[in-house]
């Protein structure tokens, strides 16, 4: 992939300077049409470039079942990360978190568990009680730690989600949508990954109870490191996973299935298609330097400009040598300019299709020449300007 530059200036000289050699015609590469799935809604997505390779109603609002579990973990995660409760923390269990329907970790009222284990017995053993038990622990009670997933939801963009309890029971005013648990399944993985391996865990015993996790999909695929199943009569058989083969990262969610058996079937068709016929490529780095500027008036004549985060790009296997980059800079740049100021775009296509449309960014200060300097340059731009 060659980066092209260009610079909205009149000088020919500096332009033909800035621009690199683009790469010669490619053909495009051509990909299978997805697979059918057998669910009422579903998502394959790459977490680090967010693109979804595949969807059908993905933003159909749908019940969740104990795929809220997710959201119910990702915020015992967060209290962790956070310090405000440690995995050593000892929970008193409620009559009302023993009294809860559903799966179970088999807690005992009045008894104290750890953090670590009902945080395992929801993630592992979709344990009901235990969702209760820590919803209590970190906010007084169930209710008031709804509030949290709601709004820790609006944090995360999982704007057509709304969470009434902390197990996923059934309820009018408890939905989420494949797209938004895809996104939640991208903030556990990213944002918690020491947690992660949780997921990926195939039995839990607690209370001498031995339980395996729901995923078969974790005894069947290698690749396979978590995420959540879930199922109740009215949302039928759910299944959030997330496979890594290489460097490339997918997270598939199916909702609506038929069974058991057919969530793991149609999570599998999806993660092979995405595996298959995509890939991810990391174009640019945090802090690298996609070419230098000219800055007038300034204590430095240069300024490096780029990216203060990776930019990662979805695929088709084959078809690196079709990307063409563009950087785009402001025609004038005058001193002083702060690191991380903005002074243009950069654009990566691949044929008509846009991937990235990303701020560039000063890589670091530069301030005020003296006198002299800034009327000196100030000559030159007028000249310059007046001859475009």
Known sequence: MALKNVFRTCTAVLLLALITAMPAAAQSVLIPSPPQIGASSYILMDPLSGRIIMEENS???LPPASLTKMMTAYIVERELDEGRIAMSDMVP????????EGSRTFVQEGTQVSVEDLLKGVIIQSGNDASVALAEFIAGSEGAFVDIMNQQAQILGMNESSFANATGLPSPDHFSTAYDLALLAKAIINDYPEN????????????NIRQPNRNSLLWRDDS?????????QEAGYCLVASAKRNDTRMIAVVMGA?????????IQKMLNYGFRYYQTERLFRTG???LEAQVWGGESDNLSVGLMEDIHVTIPRGSRNSLNSTVELDSVIKAPVSK?????RVTVKLDDEV???????ALSDVPEGGLFKRIWDAIKLFFMQLFE
């Open 59 to 61: 933003h159909e609002r």
């Open 93 to 100: 269990i409620s009559v009302n978190a023993w009294r809860t």
């Open 196 to 207: 992660y391996p949780l997921y990926a865990q195939k039995h839990f015993t607690f209370n």
């Open 224 to 232: 396979v490191d978590g995420l959540k199943t879930g199922h109740t």
């Open 258 to 266: 038929s069974s058991t058996a057919s969530r793991a079937q149609e």
């Open 288 to 290: 690298q330097e996609l």
């Open 340 to 344: 991380g100021d903005e002074l243009g």
């Open 355 to 361: 991937l990235v449309d990303q701020p560039v960014l």
